[in-house]
């Protein structure tokens, strides 16, 4: 079980932070949407998320139809320091810089040959700037980009690298994507198919609950309960790198051992036979429930006993229990279930009318029919 410090962070922390979390946890990513209105806000929090809560640099994809995979590429790469080779080798020359003039290993300059001088270390200012992936990205209405791209997408965080022009570049060991769209209901964000799916949760954020981060940033709103202790104006003030994007807290809210803590503690859940039972009528009412077209995969399946286990440590449990199957539900599920059409829906094959089933299935989305589902699987007490 986690101790109470690490618990008094995780609860102190938003909806859209908890959903970073939760991936950053399970090595998932995820799809976040919000109200086309509120969509800039919602990147501008989750690029603070990134460099504030946990650390990790940023980088935001502007999607659109004209998006190329060059596009792409680029966006997702962030300047990496020199390498630690180079570092390394100017402190050898530094170090032996001081050295005596009799010493063997530190001849003067004049007596250097044309082979011991091209051996020499480069000055920083020398050594070239290499791009890496971004720990963070976020990809802004993802869903306007072309198929490509999407693929492109999907590749990357099935294989955890992406080809450019001239070399390989591999994710770094802390690595999450978000989709970050717009829609007027979580169920209606959605990107490719195979895309969609591989998405680990899904979460829809109400413009009218507020931005956490960035409501601190404009306003400097007192943070006790997130890491400060005192609240002052200090604590919220958002420093900017030089191109403009928050710049990487170097006191981060969740630490790299934080998050290699929860992760571990997911690892250990243990899960009731009945509660595991439970888990599994969910499914399959879900899956022969009239309203559903799709949706319900292997891979839904797998994320949604992953999801159950990750919640656990973050409620100060190591065990599942109904609650967290229920709620592991509606963010598993959200995006992936299609509503059927009328004119497909099953009862038509018996004769129902269209007109009925019509007015059965209107203002039916994936929220409404979890709820359904919940309510008619027994919960064992």
């Not at 963070?136 to 992406?162: G, Y």
């Not at 960035?214 to 005192?230: K, M, N, W, Y």
Request: glycine share 4%.
């Amino acid at each position: 079980m986690a101790d109470d410090h690490l618990l008094t962070k995780v609860h102190g922390l938003s909806d859209l932070e908890l959903a970073g979390l939760l991936c950053l946890m399970s090595r998932e990513h995820c799809l976040v949407s919000t109200t086309p209105e509120a969509l800039d806000d919602l990147v501008e929090e989750l690029q603070l998320i990134a460099t504030q809560t946990f650390g990790l640099r940023c980088a935001v994809i502007h999607c659109h139809p004209q998006t190329t995979l060059d596009d792409f590429t680029s966006a997702i790469l962030v300047p990496q320091s020199p390498p630690a080779a180079a570092r390394t080798s100017s402190l050898f020359q530094s170090r032996h810089a001081d050295a005596p003039e009799s010493s063997y290993f530190a001849p003067r300059p004049d007596t250097l040959t044309p082979h011991t001088a091209s051996f020499r270390a480069p000055s920083p200012s020398t050594v070239p700037t290499t791009n890496i992936i971004a720990n963070f990205v976020i990809a802004k209405n993802l869903d306007t980009a072309p198929k490509a791209v999407q693929i492109q997408t999907l590749e990357l965080l099935r294989t955890r690298r992406i080809f450019t022009r001239t070399s390989v570049q591999q994710a770094p060991k802390q690595f999450l994507c978000i989709a970050a769209l717009a829609a007027r209901s979580g169920g209606a964000a959605r990107v490719t198919p195979h895309l969609n799916d591989y998405f680990y949760l899904a979460h829809w954020h109400d413009p009218d609950h507020g931005f956490a981060n960035l409501d601190e940033a404009e306003f400097g709103e007192g943070t006790v309960g997130r890491g400060s202790e005192t609240g002052s104006m200090e604590s919220v003030v958002k420093k900017s790198s030089c191109n403009g994007e928050p710049a990487v807290s170097d006191d981060p809210l969740l630490s790299d051992v934080d998050l290699a803590t929860l992760a571990r503690l997911s690892q250990e859940v243990q899960v009731d036979i009945d509660v595991f039972r439970y888990q599994m009528n969910v499914i399959s009412f879900l899956r022969m429930h009239r309203a559903v077209r799709s949706g319900v995969s292997p891979t839904a399946t797998k994320h949604f006993e992953q999801l159950i286990k990750a919640l656990a440590p973050l409620h100060g449990l190591n065990y599942a229990t109904p609650a967290l199957v229920a709620l592991a539900l509606k963010k598993t599920y959200l995006h992936r279930i299609q509503v059927v059409r009328p004119e497909e829906e099953r009862s038509i094959q018996w004769g129902s009318q269209l007109e009925a089933v019509k007015a059965l299935l209107e203002d039916v989305g994936p929220e409404e029919v979890m709820d359904d589902v919940l309510e008619m699987v027994p919960t064992p007490l």
